[in-house]
């Protein structure tokens, strides 16, 4: 049987096309949900009328389906599945049970027949499931895949690099382009080259320390020797009038005797 498609048909074609099916399928289907009309003479005149109104229905109906996808695109859904160490999960994640999700999680009902999904999903992970609302026109929903007990870690996006020795704190910091302090080499160069001086200036002090203490050495012990020196002539004078005084004292003891 020939009909006027007045809707989008899988497999039979597009609206305002003229197609021929099967009877059955036509009189039980077709016909009594109002998708198409049979293509008689009467019909037929009307075609193009139709497919003038068809066309205009179908720039609305584009239009509401790409204000769909905007709101549907990127669009998360999440299950936790009992999985194997490979992955592998004990089960399997459905058309029909991502379209339960998105209305549960978001509100859209969605019709499963329209999710471009060959099989199951069977495996944890991310997976970017396509939603065909029109033709021409669709949406990627992500179905994010759990393993039942797996630790769930922070997200690591836009954190800066820590440092673990508390030394490293007080050092000079260069931004990069992303805002995150990274440190610059050339900057531990030159403070290893300025350490380097700096302890050969120490070298150096404290060798002309030394050389000063040893120059106040020399000269202490240069006047301790001369007040030895000093000390020896006070005790050889003293020595020397010890004995003229005795000699004198002989000589009077010799005038006295006789």
């Given at each position: 049987?020939?009909?006027?498609?007045?809707?989008?048909?899988?497999?039979?074609?597009?609206?305002?096309?003229?197609?021929?099916?099967?009877?059955?399928?036509?009189?039980?289907?077709?016909?009594?949900?109002?998708?198409?009309?049979?293509?008689?003479?009467?019909?037929?005149?009307?075609?193009?009328?139709?497919?003038?109104?068809?066309?205009?229905?179908?720039?609305?109906?584009?239009?509401?389906?790409?204000?769909?996808?905007?709101?549907?695109?990127?669009?998360?859904?999440?299950?936790?599945?009992?999985?194997?160490?490979?992955?592998?999960?004990?089960?399997?994640?459905?058309?029909?049970?991502?379209?339960?999700?998105?209305?549960?999680?978001?509100?859209?009902?969605?019709?499963?027949?329209?999710?471009?999904?060959?099989?199951?999903?069977?495996?944890?992970?991310?997976?970017?499931?396509?939603?065909?609302?029109?033709?021409?026109?669709?949406?990627?929903?992500?179905?994010?895949?759990?393993?039942?007990?797996?630790?769930?870690?922070?997200?690591?996006?836009?954190?800066?690099?820590?440092?673990?020795?508390?030394?490293?704190?007080?050092?000079?910091?260069?931004?990069?382009?992303?805002?995150?302090?990274?440190?610059?080499?050339?900057?531990?160069?030159?403070?290893?080259?300025?350490?380097?001086?700096?302890?050969?200036?120490?070298?150096?002090?404290?060798?002309?320390?030394?050389?000063?203490?040893?120059?106040?050495?020399?000269?202490?012990?240069?006047?301790?020797?001369?007040?030895?020196?000093?000390?020896?002539?006070?005790?050889?004078?003293?020595?020397?009038?010890?004995d003229d005084a005795d000699d004198a004292d002989d000589a009077d003891d010799a005038d006295g005797d006789d």
């Amino acid at each position: 049987m020939k009909v006027i498609l007045l809707e989008d048909v899988v497999g039979a074609g597009r609206a305002g096309d003229v197609v021929e099916v099967k009877n059955g399928y036509a009189r039980n289907k077709l016909l009594p949900s109002g998708i198409a009309i049979e293509a008689n003479k009467t019909n037929m005149k009307t075609l193009e009328h139709r497919r003038a109104k068809i066309a205009v229905k179908k720039a609305a109906d584009k239009e509401i389906a790409q204000v769909l996808a905007a709101e549907l695109e990127g669009k998360q859904v999440d299950f936790t599945m009992k999985a194997g160490d490979a992955g592998r999960l004990f089960g399997s994640v459905t058309a029909h049970d991502i379209a339960e999700a998105v209305n549960g999680k978001h509100g859209y009902e969605i019709d499963r027949r329209k999710l471009l999904l060959d099989s199951p999903l069977k495996e944890v992970g991310l997976h970017e499931v396509r939603y065909r609302i029109y033709p021409e026109v669709e949406a990627a929903i992500i179905v994010n895949i759990l393993a039942e007990g797996a630790p769930v870690l922070p997200p690591t996006a836009g954190l800066k690099d820590t440092y673990a020795d508390e030394d490293l704190e007080d050092e000079e910091k260069d931004d990069d382009s992303e805002g995150n302090y990274v440190y610059d080499a050339r900057d531990e160069e030159s403070g290893g080259a300025a350490g380097d001086d700096g302890a050969a200036g120490d070298a150096d002090d404290a060798e002309d320390a030394d050389d000063a203490d040893a120059a106040d050495d020399a000269d202490d012990a240069g006047d301790a020797g001369a007040d030895g020196s000093a000390d020896d002539a006070g005790a050889d004078g003293s020595a020397d009038d010890a004995d003229d005084a005795d000699d004198a004292d002989d000589a009077d003891d010799a005038d006295g005797d006789d």
